[in-house]
């Protein structure tokens, strides 16, 4: 088993000489740095990723403030002490944050400076149409033919 260890921008360092050693044994940085290293790529999401590169910036947008509603709806139901999944709420959280980023990276594109950014967020915001996040409108919708048939 081939010791890992992390390094930035997504690297992981793999360690083959060191075989069998504990991590204390080897945590020295000058030994590190000895040692001959293997890089190989991690997964970051990479497919994920690709699909919101796909997406055009409207199309971010309203999935942005959908997933934002989708929050809301979990706070409403941490609050009320309802059943919810902790970790769709982390993971709602860093998908939204993926497709703002990837917002971001295209204005850089196209030059945008962050003080037009910011502005051009406010306007963004104040220009949203609020409506109930997909999962309530079909919690709505089967509320409203349950009603219809009795």
């Known amino acids: 088993m081939a010791l890992a260890a992390t390094g930035m921008a997504g690297l992981r360092l793999k360690l ?3 075989q069998g050693l504990k991590r204390t044994q080897i945590a020295a940085p000058l030994r590190l ?7 190989s ?13 796909g997406m055009s910036d409207e199309l971010i947008n309203e999935t942005v403030v959908d997933l934002k509603g989708e929050l809301f709806l979990m706070r ?3 609050v009320t002490r ?3 999944r902790v970790s769709d709420y982390k993971n709602m959280k860093k998908k939204i944050a993926r497709m703002l ?3 971001r990276e295209r204005e850089i594109e196209r030059g945008i400076k962050p003080r037009e950014s910011r502005k051009l967020k406010a306007k963004w915001k104040r220009s949203i149409v609020y ?5 309530l409108a ?3 919708d089967a509320q409203k033919t349950e009603e219809d048939k009795a």
Do not use: G, N
């Not at 740095?33 to 890089?39: G, I, S, T």
């Not at 409506?131 to 999962?135: D, K, Q, V």
């Open 131 to 135: 409506r109930p996040p997909p999962s």
């Open 138 to 140: 079909a919690i709505l």
């Open 33 to 39: 740095r000895a040692q001959p290293l293997r890089v």
């Open 82 to 84: 309802q059943d919810y």
């Open 16 to 18: 083959d000489s060191c």
């Open 101 to 103: 980023t990837v917002k």
């Open 41 to 53: 790529m991690m997964a970051k999401r990479t497919i994920e990723l690709k699909e919101i590169r």
């Open 76 to 78: 409403c139901k941490k």
